[in-house]
Each structure stands twice: as C-alpha cells, then as structure tokens.
C-alpha cells in the first residue's frame, strides 16, 4: 500500500509541475483579450467573446478510460449549440465549441487546457477530476473561466468558477450504501467490499463508503485500482474470501464489467452497485451483460437519457436524428445538462450586460432552481455545494430505451443530509 501512496504522491507531484510550466509559458497569451470593453448592445466582454461570437471549451475523453462518455457527452453539447445557434444564439452572438480530446492522459489534458484558456469564456465540458483538480489554484487566482465539469469529486467544491452539477462522490456512494442497506438486505455486521480508482474520483467516494458504513454498522473491505487496471479477477477474489455480501466500485464501465462478469463467472452473486461514472450500455453487448443486468445498480445524478420526460423525450429524439445509429446513454444526459445550465448563465449575465468570465460567473450564482428536465432540481448558489445531494439508482436493462431502468427515483438518504462533504 505504501508505495501506491507514494505513486499518488508522485502524480499529484507531476501535475502541478505541469501546472506551473504550462501557467509559466502562457504567461504573455494571459494578457491579451482580457479588457473589458463594451461590444454590441452595450454588453461588456472579456476573452472569449466578441460581438459575433462566444466561444466555449470541451476538455474531453474519447481515446481513454472514459471514451463512451467522452463521445456522447460532446456529441449532446455539440446538439445544444446547434440548436440555440439556429434559434438566433445567446445575446446577439452564435456560440462556438472547441473540443480537445486529452485520453485521459493528465499532460495531455493540462495542455489542452492551456491552449483553449485565452480563447474561450469557460468550459461546459471538462472530464477528469485530477485534471479540474490540477487546475483549480490556477482557475480561481486568475483565469476565471467557468468550468462545469463531468466529474464529481468534493475536492472541486468551493471554487466560485469550477461548479459540481449534481452530488458529490461521496453523498452518491452514501445514497448508494443506503441502497442496498435498504433494499438489497445488506445488516449490520456485514462486510462491505469496495473497488476504487486511485486519485481524487475513487478515494473521495470511499470517504463515502465509509461514513456510510460507520452509520449503518458495515466493515468497508478496501481494493484499490489503477484506471489502467480492466481485469478485475485478483479483486473479485479478495472480496470474495474476505466474505463481502455486497460491492461498491468507483471506477469506469470496464472495470465494472469485469467485476461482475468475473463476480458472476465464479459464484459470487451479490448486488454490486456503482458511481455514475462505472456504466455504459454498450455493455450489454458484451458476454458481461446478462450478468449486469441480474446483479448491477448504478447511482446517478439524474433520470436517465430514457426517462418520461418532456425534456428527455424530445432529447432522444433530437439525438438519434443528429447523429443515427449511435448508442443512447447517461453521458448525453451529463452533457446535455451542463451546456443547457452554461447557456442559462449567458443569458443572464448578457441581461446583467456583463458577459466578461466573472460576469458569467456571477450570473450562474443567480440559477438557485435550475431545471435541467432530468427530476432534479439544481442550486448553484453556494459554491463550496454541489448543486444537489439527490441520487437516483438504475439497474442495466437492455430491454429499455437507453438500456437503463429506474429503480429508486431521486432520494437523499439520512445519512448523506448529515453528511458535509
């Protein structure tokens, strides 16, 4: 264990070395567009934004770990700026999204950052919480520049400009535990086994776990993983000596797969539940699937992409006919959340005739019940928040549009209103 704390030590080493080379040679870019002049309807704007155009970043994954996500996340955001595009754009101006594939690779997203920060006004996307977290010194000391980021760790909280739509890793894996306390019979006295991803994403949901656990009277059996780690074998035989009568893992879709199709391959039939970031339907397609579907829940900042919405049905609809024959899935959702909620704080801040960074931003702090048309409600006036604590648990069912099925609608579970992140 010792030295994979000294691996983590050495990433978190290695990133703000990038950090401070990167800030180093862009010093001199920094300095210019950021004057705040008054552009077209007497709005003033800063980087970013000219009487023309807004222009907007997407730090993605569509090479790595999270590449599934990755792609339908981007693949919505470019749908919503199309959309509002056609509809006339925000404040007289037609928004413009860059998108840099990082691979889930830190010196790559770090880079890619560097590059878009003196050409854009913020980043509705931006996946990867030791990245946001590798930046997030820099963003609020001087860059400004809104992020709202699909990643959910609480080490991003309390940053005015970089803002978690939904809970916290640790408030999902609390409602999570809940779950299966709950409603699949895990009691007191029981082990509890828990896979996580090395880093900010998994070790901030094992905090979670583990105050769960405490309240619930649970033993937390740990594994650690590395997101380079797919097969999960040594770990499904750990827990399974170790007696746990249910899992958590917060890692990515491979690894989940793994877990319960190597889980089901050798008699370990529990429930096994995920963070939202741990499924992809496409998995369902794999020899895993039949077992996902008998022995796997997720928790989720929202419905669903297949919710009974009015915003999720004309979504799916919007979608399949923008990009044919691509799979429906929960990063869509994600996506399709974050630039809606960006483009509600363009329009505020250009009705406050401020679209300069720290306009925007204080125009998001106005949004205190954003709909995003998924069953929760958002608060983003508080920055050291996530805009929600409510989970909803979906089991895998290829059966269903978007192979995802409700099984528990939006809860906050006793444990996570006590908790403070």
Partial sequence: ?????????GLAAALAALVALTTAGCSSKAKTGDGKQTGAGGVKTGKGVSDKTIALGALTDMTGVYATLGKSVTQAQQLYVKQVNAAGGICGRQLELTVRDHGYDPQKALAAYTELEPEVVGYPQFIGSPFVAAVKQRVDARDKG???????SASLLGSPYIRVLGSTYDVETINAVDFLVTEKGLKAGDKLGHVYFEGDYGENALKGSKYAAEKAGLTVV????KPTDNDMSAQVAALKQAGVKAVVISAGPRQAASLVGVAAATGLRIPVVGNNSAFAPQLLGTQA???LEKMYWFASPSLPVGADTPVAKKLVTDYKAAYPGEALDNGIVAGWTAAS??????KKACADKDLTREGVGKALLTLTAHDAGFGMTHDLGDPKAPSSRESVIVQPDKSVPGGMRTVRQPFVSDAAKSYTP
């Fill in 222 to 225: 740990e594994q650690k993983i």
């Fill in 289 to 291: 699937g039949p077992a």
């Fill in 341 to 346: 909620v960006f483009g509600e704080a363009l």
């Fill in 146 to 152: 809104l992020v709202l980021p699909q990643a959910w």
């Fill in 1 to 9: 264990m010792n030295h994979r704390r000294q691996a983590v030590r």
